[in-house]
């Protein structure tokens, strides 16, 4: 069992601000389903850029919870500016500290917050950016590199803890060690950041977020006008499986469901190169 | 301050269970006034070894074996090494494992183990399962080789409950001159088990899950099959397992499996009726939720089921203000950062793996438990849900 404070406890229990805000002026939409944590946060924001509201929506542990309820009381009140330099360490100490396997759920706080301000100011997430090196979870180098810094992290298994990379199939630990050791050593900082600002590849988290949109928007209302519906299984690489489930399952027509009219739609919006399969 | 008072539900049995009062009763001496050492030669001594002795034919008699086949080990991932890797030993010229892709960890990470640790000098072969747990015995057929040192499966699976058909793939392992190990800790005392009759070489359990102690093991070893110890050491379970003998714990496990023999109709009829009840109620009242695993083929005290759009510890952790336990397959509860296993071999989705919970029942649970449990549960989802961005509710 995990060690919460009683601030955590409390946050989790009877979280504050729960909700989505109409009209919001700015919202950051963080983290998915397949990832186990997610988190909506919308402010309303007046014209002296002071945000007057604030309220999340979050999927996830009872840390998740309760490091957005916190983030919301904490940003209430502020002006923008002074809100843009929340650190998730600020998010952590007002909940009384988390364990240290849980600090993601802060990060994805910070991360949450970066977000709705650049929505608001209409500004690119610089984070973004940058090359992915978790694919498991969409991590970033640049996020990795920030986190190191902020939080000075000094093992591949506190990159784990804060940002989630390396958590999932364990391959590109390599690369973290090296690119702990450069931040560390300082090397890094030798590349101006913005060299590295090249567009993203679409990571698996990105793909299955994207395939999930298009198959709730493009194709599950057709099925279900006959009885059926689709679920997505897994996204490996560009294979794609999905189950028929309802009257698609014993249709003896749904491999050309899958093949003619799902593949279509998602190699048309999403990638190319996916293939779509039924599990079998 | 977390003691199982009378108001604690314990719906976590699979995890581990109480030790049943007669269960202590029965250990006592032997914490106390009976301490010696079985293999001792004064009588003091040789009364212990004579309680061992009792405790090894009760054991027996639970598993329709002979109580040289029995030997006490500390846990059941113990016993699984063991069995495993005396397999390995026995034939270091076969270089395949077969097994699972459901195992407990104790398998698991012991065969993936056999591969990275020793550069891939064996092969693992992983048998899926379909969406309710089940496997392709076509799959298993085509996997068998004369390569094949040993086929370890699970008799049933922890998270899920449902059970394999050892029986019948323990005779097809048999047929080509193959050892067959399977994982029975959640079996034990929950089904029927005659192993006189069947084809397993080996067969793990873990005292703890038939309300013994934690701390205590055993493996089956069928007669005539060849056997090389994990442990090292003095002459102790006629040289199989080397270490003095737990043997307060031995004699536990003695009571319990006479126990577990006695209220095997009870688990089956009155449990699984529980069991039951609560899974239809919790369906039934909780919209979007969804059993994982077989329907029949599955042990009578355990229910998997998902909630989606929630998360699993947050469940957990409400349904903890209301002192009832159980468990979950989602990745915050693992410590890891990935849903349990077992549901991703199933192809549960992620909208639902991560929010599933696992109740496994015992002869101590009661109807007003399930009933409470059914009245506090669909509020807790639907709170959750409330705050979820992905429900559309």
């Excluded at chain 1, 988190?39 to 309303?44: G, N, P, S």
């Excluded at chain 1, 498991?136 to 990159?159: M, P, W």
Aim: hydrophobic letters at 40%; aromatic letters at 4%.
């Amino acid at each position: 069992m995990w060690e919460y404070t009683d601030k955590v406890q409390e946050h989790f229990l009877h979280p504050h601000n729960v909700g989505e805000i109409e009209k919001p002026s700015g919202t950051g939409d963080v983290g998915s389903l397949a990832c186990g944590d997610a988190l909506k946060l919308t402010l309303k924001i007046n014209k002296d850029d002071i945000i007057t509201e604030a309220k999340f929506k979050t999927f996830g542990c009872a840390s998740a919870i309760a490091s957005s309820s916190v983030l919301t009381d904490m940003v209430t009140g502020m002006s923008v500016d002074e809100a843009a330099k929340i650190t998730n360490e600020d998010i952590a100490s007002a909940l009384g500290g988390l364990p240290k396997e849980k600090m993601h759920c802060s990060v994805m706080g910070r991360e949450a917050l970066e977000a709705a301000i650049a929505d608001y100011r209409g500004q690119v997430l610089p984070m973004a950016q940058g090359e992915i090196v978790c694919e498991c979870f969409g991590v970033t180098d640049l996020e990795i590199i920030r986190a190191i810094k902020e939080s000075s992290l000094r093992s591949v298994e506190e990159i784990t803890n804060f940002t989630k990379a390396g958590g999932g199939c364990g391959k590109c630990e390599d690369k973290l060690r090296e690119i702990l050791q450069q931040t560390v050593s300082g090397k890094e900082s030798a590349v101006p950041v913005n060299v590295k600002l090249k567009p993203k590849r679409m990571t698996s988290l990105q793909k299955i977020k994207k395939i999930e949109e298009v198959l709730e928007r493009e194709i599950r209302p057709g099925l279900r006008k006959d009885g059926g519906d689709i679920e997505l299984i897994d996204v490996d690489g560009d294979f794609v499986i999905v189950s028929l489930r309802g009257a698609c399952k014993s249709c003896h027509k749904s491999q050309t469901t899958i093949k003619e009219y799902v593949e279509k739609k998602l190699r048309e919006l999403v990638l190319e190169s996916l293939i779509v399969e039924e599990e079998n | 301050m977390a003691s199982a008072n009378p108001k604690t539900i314990y719906m976590d049995n699979n995890a581990t269970s109480r030790v049943a009062p007669e269960v202590v009763e029965a250990m006592m001496p032997y914490l106390t006034e009976s301490y010696g050492n079985p293999s001792s030669m004064h009588t003091f001594g040789g009364q212990v070894g004579e309680a061992v002795k009792t405790a090894r034919k009760k054991v027996a008699d639970l598993l329709g074996a002979d109580p040289e086949e029995i030997t006490f080990t500390s846990c059941g991932t113990e016993s699984d090494s063991t069995a495993i890797l005396s397999a390995l030993r026995t034939f270091p010229e076969k270089r395949h494992v077969i097994t699972t892709r459901v195992e407990h960890p104790a398998v698991k990470n012991l065969c993936d183990s056999l591969q990275t640790v020793t550069g891939h000098k064996y092969k693992v072969t992983r048998l899926k399962v379909d969406s309710e747990g089940m496997l392709d015995m076509a799959e298993y057929e085509a996997a068998l080789t004369d390569d094949t040192a040993i086929v370890s499966v699970m008799w049933a699976n922890n998270e899920t409950g449902v059970i394999f058909p050892v029986e019948e793939m323990a005779a097809m392992a048999k047929q080509r001159g193959i050892l067959f190990h399977t994982d029975a800790v959640q079996a034990v005392g929950k089904i029927d088990i005659d192993l006189a009759q069947l084809d397993i070489d080996f067969l793990s359990l873990s005292g703890h899950k038939l309300h013994a102690p934690k701390g205590i093991g055993v493996l089956y070893i069928k007669r005539g099959t060849l056997f090389v110890p994990f442990l090292t050491g003095g002459h102790q379970e006629s040289g199989r397992r080397g270490g003095t003998e737990n043997v307060a714990s031995i004699v536990g496990l003695g009571r319990a499996c006479e126990l577990a023999g006695e209220k095997m109709a009870e688990e089956n009829g009155r449990v699984k009726q529980l069991r039951d009840k609560l899974e239809e109620g919790l369906l039934a009242k909780v919209p979007k939720s969804m059993l994982n695993g077989h329907k029949t083929a599955r042990l009578p005290n355990t229910a998997n089921i998902s909630f989606e759009f929630v998360e699993g510890e947050a469940i957990l952790l409400h349904m903890n203000q209301h002192r009832i336990c159980a468990s979950s397959g989602s990745a915050c509860t693992s410590g890891s950062l990935e849903p349990s296993h077992v549901l991703r071999a199933m192809g549960v989705p992620f909208t639902a793996a991560h929010g599933s919970i696992r109740f496994s029942l015992s002869v101590y649970n009661t109807e007003e438990e399930v009933d409470f449990v059914i009245e506090k549960m669909p509020a807790i989802i639907a709170s959750l849900r409330k705050m979820s961005p992905f429900w559309k509710g």
